[in-house]
């Protein structure tokens, strides 16, 4: 896996997780490989960069690329495929494991399971990944939901191997167990992603309620690698990373102003 680094904005709306990302994002981009990938469905890479950044990758410099993901696609696509096979079968079933899939792209967990999956696929191929989440709630959900989902997976498998038993007995072919086994290996692959390369940037302004914020990242996810972050600092007494306000920190160049080093330095060890 080509993955060093696998990096998290959180925090309350409007401290600046997406323009931390983006600036964190150009400056790793100078060392290796570098995806910026937005998750919140209120995109803002666009407005931030200064060029259109879509659901298709796009390359913004030689080793720079972006996209926004639509969670949605993604849950249509991969509900489609697993339920195609379940429908093979249960062909009675075919037509009314369809309709559920369509309806699935609205669960907040099928959401979070499929950014996770492409999340996975991103990490083969991408030295640094640098994610651009919605307000503290679908982050912290993001982390529990890995958890939740490899639980349930485990539960499938063991049914589903009892049922390849029988299906061999009989001398079909039974999908459903190659395909849960290559989803348990890929969840194998995410924990050991957040556990060994992930860093969580919570970030906070002087602002009070923001910094409750930033504790209540900290304390739910202890598992993880969580560093606080300030910024815009001004006089805030405070021992993190502090990042300073700039002008405008839109497009590309001005974006480069920001002083990260701290943030930076941290993602060495
Ligand atoms: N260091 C900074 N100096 C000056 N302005 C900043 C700085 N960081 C963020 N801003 C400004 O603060 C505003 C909010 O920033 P941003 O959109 O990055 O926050 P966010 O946390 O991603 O918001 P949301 O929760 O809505 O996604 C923007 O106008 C941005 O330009
Ligand atoms: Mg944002």
């Given at each position: 896996m080509l993955l060093k680094r696998l990096l998290f904005f959180g925090g309350k709306g409007g401290v600046g997780k997406s323009t931390l990302s983006c600036a964190t994002a150009l400056r790793l981009s100078e060392k290796g490989k570098t995806l910026l990938l937005s998750v919140?469905?209120?995109?803002s890479l666009t407005g931030i960069l200064g060029q259109s950044i879509g659901p298709k990758l796009k390359k913004l410099e030689e080793n720079f690329h972006a996209i926004e993901l639509s969670a949605e696609n993604l849950v249509e696509e991969y509900a489609k495929r697993v339920l195609t096979a379940l429908g093979e079968l249960l062909p009675s079933f075919s037509q009314g494991l369809l309709e559920y899939a369509s309806y699935l792209k609205h669960s907040p967990t099928a959401l979070d399971t499929a950014v996770l999956d492409k999340l996975v696929d991103f990490c083969q191929e991408y030295q640094y990944v640098v994610v651009d989440s919605a307000p503290t709630g679908q982050m912290l959900r993001l982390f529990e939901t890995s958890h939740a989902v490899s639980a349930w997976v485990e539960h499938l498998r063991k049914l589903a191997k009892e049922r390849n038993k029988v299906e061999r007995f009989m001398g079909r072919q039974d999908r459903i167990l190659s395909l849960i086994e290559s989803r348990k290996e890929k969840l194998k692959t995410l924990e050991s992603i957040l556990k060994e390369k992930t860093v969580i940037f919570a970030i906070a302004n002087e602002e009070p309620l923001s910094l409750q914020e930033m504790e209540a990242i900290r304390e739910r996810l202890k598992a993880f690698r969580v560093y606080p972050v300030i910024n815009r600092w001004k006089t805030l007494n405070f021992q993190g990373i502090k990042v300073q306000e700039v002008e405008k920190p839109y497009g590309v160049e001005r974006l480069?102003?920001?002083?990260?080093e701290d943030l930076l330095k941290l993602l060495e060890n």
């Open positions: 919140d469905p209120a995109h480069k102003k920001l002083n990260l």
